[in-house]
């Protein structure tokens, strides 16, 4: 119960990160190497890109078409979604097959719910660890390539908060996958405990039916010293 309780919170957690990464705004940031003035600063994510002055005004366009996108938004942008469709269903079934919880049947059927949990969430975390990377791959790319004579930019504040959410949803659901084991070793332990014992009864009662009377049975008593013809008299049928 322990560990499923530790995995729920791990993966929970990473859930509300992972959900929260997708909606936010700094993805990536234009690059500050090589310039003395700052004079506006560049910065989008999934869904638009911004421009904010020196005096703090920001000014966004959101982006007009999804079929004109680049390739790896439309990417990370069905990553992230199915990231955080997953990790939902996941935390239903956890909640559902959890130990401390009172539904979801018997305990192997609780503790398969659990393991279906704890894969929804290794799913959801290798989404949003796949959406984050293809982006930050896409960023330094062109950060480092010298032929790129446009805007270069860095990684954003959104991208270690979707990796940091991908590794506690990736944690959690490992462990709600190892809690099946346990249960399972633990069903095994007992049924092999019930076995022995019914065993150990019927090797008491293996005995043949003969061998078996003839050691509750009392010997007969030895009249070999008596003789065979007794004299009784007339007292003796009262």
């Keep these: 119960m322990f560990q499923e309780i530790v995995a729920f919170i791990l993966s929970t957690s990473g859930w509300v990160?992972?959900?929260s990464t997708l909606p936010t705004d700094y993805w990536k940031?234009?690059?500050?190497?090589?310039?003395?003035?700052t004079t506006a600063t560049y910065w989008s994510n999934l869904w638009k890109t911004c421009v904010t002055d020196s005096t703090g005004v920001s000014n966004c366009k959101d982006f007009p078409s999804l079929l004109a996108l680049d390739g790896y938004i439309q990417a990370c942008r069905g990553l992230m979604i199915a990231a955080v469709c997953l990790g939902f269903f996941g935390s239903i079934f956890s909640l559902v097959g959890m130990k401390c919880t009172?539904?979801?049947?018997?305990?192997?059927s609780k503790a398969r719910i659990a393991c279906f949990a704890g894969v929804n969430f290794i799913l959801s975390g290798l989404c949003s660890l796949s959406a984050c990377s293809l982006y930050a791959h896409r960023i330094t790319s062109e950060f480092f390539d010298p032929m790129y004579i446009a805007q270069k930019y860095e990684l954003g504040a959104a991208l270690f908060?979707?990796?940091a959410?991908?590794?506690?949803?990736?944690?959690?659901?490992?462990?709600?996958c190892f809690s099946i084991t346990d249960s399972f070793t633990k069903?095994?332990?007992?049924?092999k405990y019930i076995y022995k014992g019914a065993a150990s009864h019927s090797h008491i009662s293996s005995y043949p039916r003969g061998h078996a009377n003839?050691?509750?049975?009392?010997?007969?008593?030895?009249?070999?010293g008596s003789s065979r013809t007794q004299h009784f008299d007339k007292n003796a049928y009262v």
Excluded: A, E, H, M
């Design 17 to 19: 990160l992972v959900s």
């Design 29 to 37: 940031v234009s690059s500050l190497d090589g310039t003395v003035i």
């Design 102 to 108: 009172k539904i979801g049947g018997t305990d192997k």
């Design 161 to 163: 908060i979707g990796w």
């Design 165 to 176: 959410g991908s590794i506690l949803c990736i944690l959690g659901g490992s462990i709600f």
């Design 187 to 191: 069903s095994r332990s007992q049924v």
């Design 214 to 224: 003839s050691i509750n049975q009392r010997p007969p008593p030895d009249y070999s």
